[in-house]
Nanobody, 129 residues
């Protein structure tokens, strides 16, 4: 099993930055695709970013359109942690942010929450205007 614990959320003003962390426990962390999703009140869970490898064990980062240029996903293999750095936060970024992991995620499935086997409990991000 893989256990995921998010941290780093909080209440901030628009325009500032936050770095969310997702600490993973379990086996084969480096082989897992990692992703961030978010869910605002009354809305469906939506894809934010993913970090997965393709050929030659090279990791690539992928982003939702709203996250491109503002958010960065990266992982520290030694620490078994994946991060989401969010810059220039906007009120519409307010949501519970979840990290997710799976051993079989590809670019074709990375945006689908139902494709992930492991989830953290979420961390609240609230951005005031």
């Amino acid at each position: 099993q893989v256990q995921l614990v998010e941290s780093g959320g909080g209440l901030v003003q628009a325009g500032v930055s936050l770095r969310l962390s997702c600490a993973a426990s379990g086996r084969t962390f480096s082989n897992y695709a990692m992703a961030w999703f978010r869910q605002a009140p009354g809305k469906e869970r939506e894809f934010v970013a993913a970090h997965l490898w393709r050929t030659s064990r090279t990791y690539y980062a992928y982003y939702a359109d709203f996250a491109k240029g503002r958010f960065t996903i990266f992982r520290d293999i030694a620490e078994n942690t994946v991060y989401l750095e969010m810059n220039s936060l906007k009120p519409e970024d307010t949501a519970v942010y979840y990290c997710a992991a799976d051993s079989r995620i590809t670019t074709a499935t990375m945006k689908e929450p139902d494709e992930y086997d492991y989830w953290g409990q979420g961390t609240q991000v609230t951005v005031s205007s």
